[in-house]
């Protein structure tokens, strides 16, 4: 098993520019959610979702959009990046409620 | 809504013991989870906590208190390789998490 995959690992982007982080996750999972960290700021929750077809918002979910068309995949889409966007994100996936999540490597972000 | 408190930075002496707190606020309440991350890496699992008590795995144990909204992780025979900052998390129908706690170890 792979665990939980993320695409790219490194990304830069100029302002005003839209990409896709990707998450994808062979355990099959029911959680997953997305965290940005940025320094001294710990893991904020950007997007999440409890299951196939289903999203809610975390902590700080403007700026993005996220879809869960099926059980392995939650990509992360920024619509227009802003410098304010730069950090580096995780994808994580949880199989229940224990709060046992395993997180993807990380992509790290710089927008200018 | 949910917020966590933890120190930012704890120091010890390898070969002692280190608690690092974690006091919560949240509307529902699931469980208390801790997790390690090392410097450029992504964040690991340590321990989780749904009742009230002590939760041992090897030289990491997690207390819990579910009426006091307080928690701890606790590390003994603290080795260099547990420089890393260490998060607490709660989880309703999201997983949240503290600020994290940087633990600097000094030989």
């Known amino acids: 098993n792979a665990g939980v995959t993320q695409t790219p690992k490194f990304q830069v982007l100029k302002t005003g520019q839209s990409m896709t982080l990707q998450c994808a996750q062979d355990m099959n999972h029911e959680y997953m959610s997305w965290y940005r960290q940025d320094p001294g700021m710990g893991l904020r929750l950007i997007h999440y979702s409890v299951g196939a077809g289903i999203t809610d918002q975390g902590e700080v979910p403007n700026g993005y959009n996220v879809s869960r068309s099926t059980t392995e995949d939650f990509p992360l889409r920024l619509l227009s990046a802003a410098p304010s966007q730069t950090s580096v994100y995780f994808c994580?996936?949880?199989?229940?409620?224990?709060?046992?999540?395993?997180f993807g490597s990380g992509t790290q972000l710089s927008v200018l | 809504g949910q917020s966590l408190e933890q120190p930012s930075e704890v120091t010890a002496v390898e070969g002692a013991i280190v608690q690092i707190n974690c006091t919560y606020q949240t509307s529902g309440f699931y469980g208390l989870s801790w997790y390690q991350q090392h410097d450029g890496g992504a964040p690991t699992f340590l321990s989780y906590n749904a009742l009230d008590g002590l939760e041992e795995t090897g030289r990491f144990s997690s207390f819990l208190s579910r009426s006091d909204s307080y928690g701890y992780l606790l590390l003994q025979e603290l080795q260099m390789k547990d420089s890393a900052s260490y998060f607490c998390?709660?989880?309703?129908?999201?997983?949240?998490f503290g600020k994290g706690t940087r633990l600097h170890i000094l030989p």
């Open positions: 998390a709660v989880r309703d129908d999201k997983i949240i």
């Open positions: 994580a996936s949880s199989f229940d409620s224990l709060g046992k999540l395993f």
